[in-house]
């Protein structure tokens, strides 16, 4: 559904030795292909096009009501909700601070580790856990033993240093929650960035350094040019995975106000307890509008890097 | 990856800052990985060692382990969340990988026509979110008397993995010579063919990591389990909420709990992580 900006030009690489293709050739090299296909859009489309049909009824699970087409109603009087727009606000927060938050911290990271020193292999070993770690775990472990208002250590910290206790996920929920998802994100933009170091061409680094040019330049100069597309594609992933955080909310917060965001909001109204899946449909729709609109910039992007690959 | 095999290499020439540099790395490595650290210290103790002001000494105990792997009447046990679990992951990826390798085939080694258009349309899914389809999946599920059952996760991890999977095989495969694939063609060989005698020895190493991915994102998923399983079939995520008591003390035994949860898919990270790094960052820019 979101393929129209594809590139379409000509194909390149390997089909150039083989430019006649016969109609039963095509069909033997789509072969392999057709049983992934289906099965994605089975499994991904046509959810999606139930809910589009869901959005325009006003469908109430309870109280059990007739179902019955009201056409864009659901979509009308969206905006009026307030908690919808709370939602989509938190949305918006909650994805870029962590993923802008993450990105710096990783690129920094991946800087430290991309030189040789003792017990190299240890650090990054340690540095990259947190993405390895369950969601609702990284959740429970970071609310009840880092936050927690009595004997959370962060809470000790700031004693010791001569503050008062904070109760951060009751008084700052959005806060706690970005915190954490920095902390689990950090060590995924670090790899991205670590891989645009290492790949970094060593014949050209070392032509600067002959010529004379400072580490300081050199960096400048060459290595951040180089490490953009990288930078890109970590935002690009890391925006569409944290667009729908659902478990951190879910065992931090429960949805609390300040931390509710769409996803959880349609959970909430839909099988959460609301039951409404007309309207909590409608919301869901919006998401995938929005997730829609960045797609189309972040596939431009995406069809970029791999332009630029082939020409290389 | 192409000729220039990544070599960390020492940007400035004084020693010192070098050594300045690599102590800074450890300090910051020590600080984020402190949480972890904790998680594994407070399993060992009693609760009230463990609700207090932070203890560094304590007398160890694994009663805690004890306490979180006995079944207790009536509540989802250890045992179940973890056989689930490893059922419903393993077929999971089993089934992806079944189905990537040839897809990443079609996209990489003989790529059909529009082949750029097809890598969207798989990496476009991925922008649709869960929420947009959980309501109809839910009801679906519900229609064919699959809520609870150990399919529909299997089922929906495809969807999640899926795209995933094809898209670093995709890189993995186009590193293979075509040279080879030609021979291969040449003296014969049917795409199974090539895929057991070229394909697959050669792009192992890949297949491995892009498998262990699979499995880590599948291992970790709560989202679908909690809607769709909450009672039965549900995976070790759900158990470890179970370790939660609104009533007195747990963060030693929810710490004890996340260890055993954490434990199979961080050792299998930390053993494969050079490579995962390459299928991730790499895999994906090619």
Redesign the interface.
């Known amino acids: 559904?979101?393929?129209a900006?594809?590139?379409?030009g000509p194909?390149q690489?390997?089909?150039q030795a083989t430019p006649r293709?016969l109609l039963s050739e095509?069909w033997r090299?789509?072969?392999?292909?057709l049983?992934?296909?289906i099965?994605?859009i089975l499994?991904?489309q046509?959810?999606?096009v139930?809910?589009i049909w869901?959005s325009l009824t006003d469908w109430k699970v309870i109280p059990p009501g007739p179902r019955e087409y009201i056409g864009v109603d659901n979509y009308r009087h969206m905006f009026d909700d307030h908690f919808f727009v709370d939602a989509v606000w938190v949305t918006v927060r909650m994805t870029v601070f962590p993923v802008l938050g993450a990105i710096v911290l990783g690129t920094a990271?991946a800087i430290?580790?991309?030189?040789?020193?003792?017990?190299?292999g240890?650090?990054?070993?340690?540095?990259?856990?947190?993405?390895?770690?369950?969601?609702?775990?990284i959740g429970?472990?970071?609310k009840?033993?880092?936050f927690?208002g009595?004997?959370g250590?962060l809470n000790?910290v700031i004693e010791k240093l001569g503050g008062s206790p904070v109760e951060f996920v009751s008084r700052y929920p959005l806060l706690s929650i970005v915190i954490v998802l920095i902390?689990q994100w950090?060590p995924?933009m670090m790899?991205?960035m670590?891989?645009?170091l290492?790949?970094q061409?060593?014949?050209v680094?070392e032509a600067a350094k002959v010529d004379g040019a400072n580490?300081v330049g050199?960096?400048r100069q060459l290595t951040l040019r180089h490490l953009r597309?990288?930078m890109e594609?970590g935002i690009l992933?890391g925006t569409?995975y944290l667009?729908?955080v659902?478990?951190h909310i879910?065992?931090m917060t429960g949805g609390g106000p300040g931390s509710t965001n769409?996803?959880y909001f349609?959970?909430q109204r839909?099988?959460g307890g609301g039951w409404e899946?007309g309207q909590?449909?409608s919301y869901?729709?919006v998401?995938?509008v929005a997730?829609?609109a960045?797609?189309t910039v972040?596939?431009r992007v995406?069809?970029g890097?791999?332009k630029g690959?082939e020409i290389a | 990856m192409s000729g220039h095999e990544a070599q960390p290499r020492v940007v400035g020439e004084n020693p010192w800052a070098n050594r300045a540099l690599g102590a800074l790395a450890w300090l910051v490595a020590l600080l984020f990985f402190f949480p972890v650290f904790w998680m594994v210290l407070n399993s060992f103790k009693e609760e009230q060692d463990a609700n207090t002001a932070p203890k560094l000494f304590f007398t160890p105990t694994l009663d805690r382990y004890r306490e979180v792997t006995e079944s207790a009447g009536g509540l989802l046990s250890f045992g179940e969340a973890f056989t689930n679990s490893a059922v419903i992951v393993l077929t999971s990826t089993a089934i992806v990988m079944l189905l990537a390798i040839p897809a990443a085939y079609a996209l990489a080694i003989r790529p059909v026509g529009k082949w750029r258009d097809v890598l969207f349309f798989f990496i476009s899914t991925k922008f649709l979110p869960v929420v947009a389809s959980i309501l109809p999946v839910w009801i679906l599920a519900r229609n064919f008397d699959m809520l609870n059952s150990r399919q529909v996760l299997i089922i929906l991890y495809l969807g999640v993995n899926l795209p995933l999977a094809i898209w670093m095989l995709r890189s993995f495969f186009q590193e293979i010579p075509s040279e080879l694939i030609e021979a291969a063609e040449i003296d014969g060989a049917s795409l199974r063919g090539q895929l057991t005698s070229i394909i697959l020895p050669m792009a192992a190493p890949g297949i491995a990591a892009t498998a262990l991915l699979c499995v880590i994102f599948a291992w970790n998923e709560f989202f679908y389990a909690v809607q769709l399983n909450p009672v039965e079939g549900s995976t070790v995520p759900i158990w470890v909420t179970t370790n939660i008591s609104t009533r007195g003390d747990f963060l030693a035994k929810l710490s004890a709990a996340s260890v055993l949860a954490c434990i199979p898919v961080v050792l299998a990270g930390w053993l494969a992580q050079k490579r995962m790094i390459r299928g991730l960052a790499m895999g994906a820019i090619k």
């Open positions: 559904m979101t393929t900006d594809a590139t379409t194909v690489g390997r089909d293709i095509s090299r789509r072969l392999p292909l049983p992934a296909l099965i994605m499994l991904t046509v959810p999606f139930m809910s869901y990271f430290l580790l991309d030189r040789k020193f003792f017990g190299q240890i650090v990054r070993t340690l540095l990259i856990t947190p993405f390895l770690l369950m969601p609702v775990v429970l472990i970071w009840n033993q880092m927690h009595l004997y250590v000790w902390w950090t995924f790899l991205i670590l891989a645009g290492q790949s061409p060593a014949d680094l580490p050199i960096f597309p990288y594609l992933l569409i667009i729908q659902y478990d879910a065992v769409v996803p349609v959970f839909s099988i899946f909590a449909s869901s729709i998401v995938v997730s829609i960045i797609a972040a596939l995406l069809s890097l791999l690959e």
